[in-house]
């Protein structure tokens, strides 16, 4: 996956809509499914958990799968670009122990990888406005950055391909 700059408003006005659009379906849905299931199969005991649960249950499967069938659209670009960054990162940072070990020995995929791990991790941050930890992340950068220099290379996140991490 290769970073792109994403416009931030407009990508924090589309999370919060999509966001709000979920939590109101969620709500509306499972409470009406389970309003039809318990008129018509009341429970005499007065319990009908199992009928709210069926209409959280099948409300979350169908925002979950109109979420999958309109992730192409483009209103929801900046939000599935950042959905699957922040997985990206993720399978970089299950490996980051392994990561820098090969690092240190002067692996290039691996010094790599890391550049695309704090280059997208800082740019995931910004967007989130998560800037608490920028400063451990500058450090961890600078620390990345002596070791390429010390092994004479040019890191550049646009080169980072996720298939490297099956080495590690």
Partial sequence: MQLIQIDKDRYRQ?????????IVSLAAG?????????????DESGSHFHWNLLGVVVTGI???????KYRRHDYMTEVVYVWELKQALNRVNRKLLKLKAAANQGNVDAMLAMQYSYAGSRQLWQLDDNTIVMDELAIQQAELDSLAAKFN???NPEDYDEAVLKQF
């Fill in 14 to 22: 589309h999370l919060n809509r999509v966001i709000l659009v979920c």
């Fill in 62 to 68: 169908t925002i979950g799968w109109l979420l999958n």
């Fill in 153 to 155: 290379l040019t890191l």
């Fill in 30 to 42: 499972s409470l009406g499914i389970a309003q039809i299931l318990i008129a018509l199969f009341p």
